[in-house]
């Protein structure tokens, strides 16, 4: 049997269920689909894939191609949409099987929609490699989701199994498709050099893992720490990994509950694992919403006016705007990266200083992030507009005690800004 693996945001071989199933075949194509449509300014003005993302997802894949190598194996990368380029592949190589990591979104879904309904003849699988559960273990059906993360942690810790235990790397992988010519890399964008501390690719987001758990220990002060708006140890730094696949959240929990038994266990190493469920409440609350997760109550359906976007880009680097969000704004788009703390600021000046729809904010940060996650990031922006989850009238931060509070003396403005 030849089997079609089509690569997402699976881009690892440590504990990955999609590549397990995919090697149940005499011949193996491994596949990543560079979509044109990241690259085309959407109905915001920005891209969906910008730059930062960008070079981090393409160290990823050749990261991931050298270990698909050192196992006999090749990758193919065209630059094509996936409901043409699959099938496409599919039938320049007669194979009989496609196997996907199950995807988050709505476009995604409608996506591998689009390929099952083309290839008729093929059997079509999709395998869980993003989450910590799989849905069969939930305690509860996904259209019974619980309306707030606090009832879905409760419910998630009560159930007692924890998290699926993750796979080691395969040892072999069956035979490489015959080479047809059908690699299309050349055509891609170019990635550039970004000023980013991160660099993508599997063996990146284990050594970071490891030195974050293990050599600095920093996990022991996380609760403590994770607000600071911009200290490289105080939080896991993990996201980048987590997003593209290259690390996998049920690896990272494996190797959390490791450290409890062999060094301690405190409230910051399980603060950890709380912040990772709030990740996994969010990639069900995607799928569970759909197209509701791009939508606001107050206009169903409709798109944001490309005036209100201007206003917001003027808004970004205006001298009266809070010298907070011109801060933000300056590190976001420069590094690709906001600590958590900085993400929330920003939403709530957008959304309640700023009075703009949040779409738009959250069509900023996908963009500019190099750790972008749909389910985290459109569910975080409604959770902070109160239009998503637990919508008890949004979540407000008052800019100014923000900065007495996380920047006191001025260094973090001073760093992007040049100013105090």
């Given at each position: 049997m030849?089997t079609?693996?089509?690569?997402?945001?699976d881009l690892r071989?440590d504990d990955?269920?999609?590549?397990y199933e995919?090697?149940k075949?005499s011949?193996?194509a491994?596949?990543?689909i560079i979509d044109?449509?990241?690259f085309?300014?959407?109905?915001?003005?920005w891209s969906p894939?910008?730059?930062h993302?960008w070079a981090?997802?393409?160290?990823?894949l050749?990261a991931?191609?050298?270990?698909?190598q050192?196992?006999?194996q090749?990758?193919i990368?065209?630059w094509?949409?996936p409901?043409?380029g699959?099938p496409?592949?599919?039938r320049?190589?007669?194979?009989?099987?496609v196997?996907?990591s199950?995807?988050?979104?709505v476009?995604?879904?409608?996506?591998?929609?689009?390929i099952?309904a083309?290839?008729?003849d093929v059997?079509?699988?999709?395998?869980?490699t993003?989450?910590l559960?799989?849905e069969?273990d939930?305690?509860?059906?996904?259209?019974?989701?619980?309306?707030?993360?606090?009832a879905?942690?409760?419910?998630?810790?009560?159930?007692g199994?924890?998290?699926v235990?993750?796979l080691m790397i395969?040892?072999?992988l069956?035979?490489p498709?015959?080479?047809?010519?059908?690699d299309q890399?050349?055509q891609r964008?170019f990635?550039g050099s970004?000023?980013?501390?991160?660099?993508?690719?599997?063996?990146?987001g284990?050594?970071?893992?490891?030195?974050?758990?293990w050599?600095?220990?920093?996990i022991?002060t996380?609760k403590?720490t994770r607000?600071?708006?911009?200290d490289?140890?105080a939080?896991?730094?993990?996201?980048?990994w987590?997003a593209?696949?290259?690390?996998s959240a049920?690896?990272?929990?494996?190797?959390?509950g490791?450290?409890e038994w062999?060094?301690t266990r405190?409230e910051?190493?399980y603060w950890?694992?709380?912040?990772l469920?709030?990740r996994?409440y969010f990639?069900?609350?995607?799928?569970?919403?759909g197209?509701?997760?791009f939508n606001?109550p107050e206009?169903?359906?409709q798109p944001?006016?490309?005036?209100?976007?201007?206003?917001f880009?003027?808004?970004?680097?205006?001298p009266?705007t809070h010298?907070?969000v011109?801060?933000?704004?300056?590190?976001l788009?420069n590094?690709?990266?906001?600590?958590?703390?900085?993400?929330?600021?920003?939403a709530?000046?957008?959304v309640?200083?700023?009075?703009?729809?949040?779409?738009?904010?959250a069509?900023w940060f996908?963009h500019?992030?190099?750790?972008y996650?749909v389910a985290s990031?459109?569910?975080?922006?409604?959770?902070i507009?109160?239009?998503?989850?637990?919508?008890r009238?949004g979540r407000?931060f008052?800019?100014?005690?923000q900065?007495?509070?996380?920047?006191p003396e001025?260094a973090?403005?001073q760093r992007?800004?040049g100013?105090p």
């Amino acid at each position: 049997m030849t089997t079609v693996y089509w690569l997402t945001r699976d881009l690892r071989l440590d504990d990955n269920p999609a590549l397990y199933e995919a090697s149940k075949a005499s011949t193996l194509a491994c596949v990543f689909i560079i979509d044109p449509r990241w690259f085309e300014p959407g109905s915001y003005g920005w891209s969906p894939m910008g730059p930062h993302r960008w070079a981090f997802t393409w160290q990823s894949l050749m990261a991931l191609e050298a270990s698909l190598q050192a196992l006999g194996q090749r990758l193919i990368v065209r630059w094509q949409t996936p409901e043409d380029g699959i099938p496409e592949v599919v039938r320049a190589l007669g194979a009989e099987r496609v196997v996907a990591s199950r995807p988050t979104a709505v476009d995604e879904s409608r996506q591998w929609q689009l390929i099952t309904a083309s290839l008729p003849d093929v059997q079509c699988d999709l395998v869980e490699t993003l989450t910590l559960f799989d849905e069969a273990d939930l305690p509860f059906e996904l259209e019974a989701l619980p309306t707030t993360f606090s009832a879905f942690r409760r419910a998630i810790e009560k159930s007692g199994p924890g998290p699926v235990n993750p796979l080691m790397i395969p040892a072999s992988l069956p035979a490489p498709a015959p080479d047809l010519s059908l690699d299309q890399r050349l055509q891609r964008p170019f990635s550039g050099s970004m000023a980013s501390r991160f660099v993508g690719g599997e063996a990146c987001g284990v050594k970071h893992l490891a030195g974050y758990l293990w050599e600095d220990r920093s996990i022991l002060t996380y609760k403590e720490t994770r607000n600071a708006l911009d200290d490289w140890s105080a939080s896991s730094k993990l996201s980048p990994w987590l997003a593209s696949g290259a690390l996998s959240a049920r690896r990272v929990v494996a190797q959390i509950g490791q450290f409890e038994w062999d060094v301690t266990r405190n409230e910051s190493t399980y603060w950890l694992y709380f912040e990772l469920l709030w990740r996994e409440y969010f990639q069900w609350y995607s799928r569970y919403r759909g197209s509701l997760l791009f939508n606001s109550p107050e206009h169903p359906g409709q798109p944001v006016s490309l005036i209100g976007v201007s206003d917001f880009k003027r808004w970004l680097v205006d001298p009266t705007t809070h010298i907070l969000v011109r801060a933000g704004r300056a590190q976001l788009e420069n590094t690709g990266y906001l600590s958590n703390r900085m993400r929330q600021i920003l939403a709530s000046a957008c959304v309640y200083d700023g009075q703009f729809d949040w779409r738009i904010g959250a069509a900023w940060f996908e963009h500019f992030l190099v750790d972008y996650d749909v389910a985290s990031n459109y569910g975080n922006w409604q959770y902070i507009a109160g239009v998503g989850a637990d919508p008890r009238g949004g979540r407000v931060f008052k800019l100014d005690k923000q900065l007495s509070q996380f920047d006191p003396e001025g260094a973090y403005c001073q760093r992007w800004l040049g100013q105090p």
